[in-house]
C-alpha cells in the first residue's frame, strides 16, 4: 500500500481544511488509517484513526469536536475534515495504515505517506 496525503494550507484561525490520503495498491478496505502530526521541535503525536470499515474512530482530545475522520474504500482514500483550526494545529500532517485497527502508537501502523503541510494563522 503506498499513501500520499494532501490538501494542506495556509489557513486563518477559525477556519476549516480536509486532507486526503489516497492510497494505491489493493485491499485498501482491509487497513485501518490514521492521521499524524509533527510539529517543528516536536514529537510525532497521534491525531485520528479510522477502522477497516468505518465503524470505529479515535481521536485525541486536543482536536475531538472539531476533527471528522471518514473513508471511502471505493475510492481508496481516508479523509481528516479539520474544523474551527487553531495555531496549534499548525503541523505537518501524515496519514498512515495498518491492520491491526484505529490505534494510536505510530510505531504500529505499517505504512506512510508524505507529509502535508497545516499551517494556522492567528
Known amino acids: 500500500v503506498q499513501l500520499q496525503a494532501s490538501g494542506g494550507g495556509l489557513v486563518q484561525a477559525g477556519g476549516s481544511l480536509r486532507l486526503s490520503c489516497a492510497a494505491s495498491g489493493r485491499f485498501f478496505s482491509n487497513y485501518a488509517v490514521g492521521w499524524f502530526r509533527q510539529a517543528p521541535g516536536k514529537e510525532r503525536e497521534f491525531v485520528s484513526a479510522i477502522s477497516w470499515s468505518g465503524d470505529y474512530r479515535n481521536y485525541a482530545d486536543s482536536v475531538k469536536g472539531r476533527f471528522t475522520i471518514s473513508r471511502d474504500n471505493a475510492k481508496n482514500t481516508g479523509y481528516l475534515q479539520m474544523n474551527s483550526l487553531k495555531p496549534e494545529d499548525t503541523a505537518v500532517y501524515y496519514c498512515?495504515?495498518?491492520?491491526?485497527?484505529?490505534?494510536?502508537?505510530?510505531?504500529?501502523?505499517?505504512?506512510w505517506g508524505q507529509g502535508t503541510q497545516v499551517t494556522v494563522s492567528s
Open positions: 498512515a495504515a495498518n491492520r491491526k485497527g484505529p490505534i494510536t502508537q505510530p510505531e504500529k501502523y505499517d505504512y
